[in-house]
């Protein structure tokens, strides 16, 4: 191989590697907080058309805390909080709360299980 | 299939929590502190070209080498390659209950890998299709009363065919069923459907170029398998069961052309895997946002953008490497650039299975538990069946706590950086004469030590973010 051309193909990869880098040095997250520490309020998911509003929606906890948090959902689904494994129905038009003790660390998803719909994502911080 | 899932599950159901502050920062400083002291206390001889072979008794090879060994061994493999394409199409669609994708894609995929460093190359005995190739070959030699003639493999391809079958691969579990939010998920008749093709390919390919040689070059797992089984101190030379010094043997791994793809897919594929819900994800978004209002459908935007992603990461990582070589082929004496390239080669095998526990090791302890319980007892997911009497048993989560999590992660990294940088050091010492210029050629694979391992921190650190 020519050197010069080699030395160029490197330099061009190098600044490609630097770009790609720098975008993903952009997605710092911040410090989390509990969620139970907001004001005693239970968080509430809300569920329309079978999605949640606003996004998937965080809640995270420190090990031996409740987590407490409601669904409202105007459509019928079974509700599977993945990793502790709890499940609980909904009607349409219905809501229904979660309360349990967190005491497995790690992320997990509760999602519709019918329609494979992610509507939280738990953390537990040990 | 007596209930109806959707297929959007993921395997894991607890994923891990990204390694705090405080680690990431301990952890890259001691691999600094690490790599520093390395420099000042390097050995001036090889250590490690010498394999200092020592064969163990006559008896062990006999009974573990032996034909009934050989032959239980492959009838194991074949059965549960073939079980497991059973399982896959006919039983159930939810991935988690499924045997066919933990047993394919964790049992195999991360335990051959671990079980090939501690105790050699395990896998070769097991591969089903070199078990089918070696008693085609054999029938065939007996009927014909000549060995079978095969074509001439093309010495140049080398490890490429492994190298992009290792890229296949792990695109198939992480990309094309890739469970980002939108409903793609790889569902077990997919994954039998695939395990069915790559057995015909790689039955083909050993017919036309002899069971023994793909699996040296072209058969992905035989490759990446055997590459982790020269980290260990246990191996099989001319049929003779041996111990000799740990990571010595991975010295003369890379001779074969293609050899640098293979453990560069093996890290890229890994990271990426770590960074498509972390690191890359805005990255990812974006691309798929931008595909999906050029009019591509979700799915096949999502599975685009992923690839692309996965795609930068084998040429950023092989890169990082070409660079340090470049470097190391500016210092006084140095042997040329392409005897560099597959000289240091093997220096990355330490890194690769690093990556793979950090990574991974959560998601073996969480799976196997499925593996040997329920998974065991009803494997097609019936929710009838219950074979052992485990079938009702489930993971518990809580037998790995965050911070074993993270502490195992850190030192993996850590220990395969270590290693890595020895094993670099001694093959600069072998192929400089002059004990100065080696060590002067080792700060460019220092650099490329320190940014694979502190890459692997980072991604740990954002990990699900």
Not at chain 2, 263 to 283: H, L, M, R, W, Y
Not at chain 2, 302 to 308: G, N
Request: some cysteine.
């Amino acid at each position: 191989m020519n050197s010069n051309a080699a030395k160029v193909a490197l330099g061009v990869g190098t600044i490609a590697v630097a770009i790609v880098l720098l975008v993903v040095l952009k997605n710092d997250s911040g410090e989390s907080t509990s969620t139970s520490d907001a004001g005693g309020k239970v968080p509430v998911i809300v569920v329309e058309h079978g999605k949640p509003v606003g996004g998937v929606k965080d809640l995270t906890y420190n090990a031996g805390e409740r987590v407490r948090f409601e669904v409202r959902s105007d459509v019928s689904d079974e509700i599977h909080v993945h990793g502790y494994d709890l499940m609980k129905d909904v009607e349409a038009g219905g809501s229904v709360e979660f309360d349990f003790p967190a005491t497995i660390e790690g992320v997990f998803e509760a999602e519709l299980e019918g329609r494979g719909e992610q509507i939280a994502q738990l953390t537990v911080n040990p | 299939m007596t209930f109806w899932l959707p297929i959007a599950h993921a395997l894991v159901a607890r994923k891990d929590l990204p390694i705090p502050a405080w680690l990431f920062a301990w952890g890259a400083s001691i691999v600094l502190i690490v790599s520093f002291f390395a420099l000042s206390i390097a050995w001036r001889q090889p250590r490690f070209e010498d394999e200092r072979w020592r064969p163990l008794a006559p008896g062990a090879s006999r009974a573990l080498l032996g034909l009934p060994v050989q032959l239980l061994c492959g009838a194991i493999g074949v059965f549960l390659l073939g079980f497991s394409i059973y399982a896959g199409l006919d039983g159930t669609a939810a991935p988690d209950r499924n045997f066919a994708l933990t047993f394919l894609f964790v049992t195999c995929w991360l335990g051959f890998a671990l079980f090939s460093v501690i105790f050699g190359d395990v896998f070769r005995p097991f591969n089903p299709w070199r078990a089918v190739g070696r008693l085609v070959g054999g029938a065939f030699t007996l009927v014909a009363g000549q060995r079978p003639a095969h074509l001439r493999y093309p010495a140049r391809l080398g490890r490429w065919p492994a190298a992009v079958g290792l890229l296949a691969f792990v695109w198939l579990e992480v990309v094309y069923g890739a469970n980002g939010g939108v409903a793609v998920g790889l569902s077990p008749d997919t994954a039998a459907l695939a395990a069915l093709l790559y057995s015909l390919y790689t039955l083909a390919m050993m017919a036309a170029f002899g069971v023994e040689e793909w699996c040296r070059t072209g058969e992905v797992f035989s490759v990446y398998f055997g590459m982790f089984s020269r980290l260990g101190s246990f191996g099989v030379k001319e049929g003779r069961l041996g111990r000799r010094l740990p990571l010595a043997s991975s010295t003369s791994w890379a001779t074969v052309p293609g050899s640098v793809a293979v453990v560069v897919a093996s890290i890229a594929t890994t990271s990426f895997d770590g960074a498509q819900e972390g690191a890359f994800k805005n990255g990812i978004v974006k691309v798929f946002e931008w595909l999906a209002d050029a009019g591509l459908s979700l799915t096949a935007s999502l599975r685009l953008s992923a690839t692309v992603f996965m795609l930068l990461c084998f040429a950023g990582v092989g890169l990082v490497y070409l660079l340090g070589v470049r470097g190391m082929s500016t210092v006084g004496g140095a042997p040329s650039f392409a005897k560099l390239r597959s000289g240091f080669a093997h220096t990355l095998i330490p890194i690769a299975f690093a990556y793979l526990v950090a990574h991974y090791f959560s998601l073996f302890v969480f799976q196997e538990q499925a593996q040997f319980t329920f998974l065991l007892s009803d494997p097609l997911g019936t929710g009838t069946t219950d074979l052992f009497g485990t079938a009702s048993s489930g993971i518990d989560f809580q037998v790995l706590s965050a911070n074993a999590i993270w502490y195992v992660q850190v030192a993996a990294l850590v220990i395969g950086h270590v290693a890595g940088l020895t094993l670099a050091h001694d093959r600069a010492t072998a192929y400089w004469g002059d004990y100065r210029q080696a060590a002067r050629s080792q700060y460019w694979m220092l650099a490329v030590m320190v940014a694979f391992t502190c890459f692997g921190l980072y991604l740990l650190s954002v990990a699900n973010a």
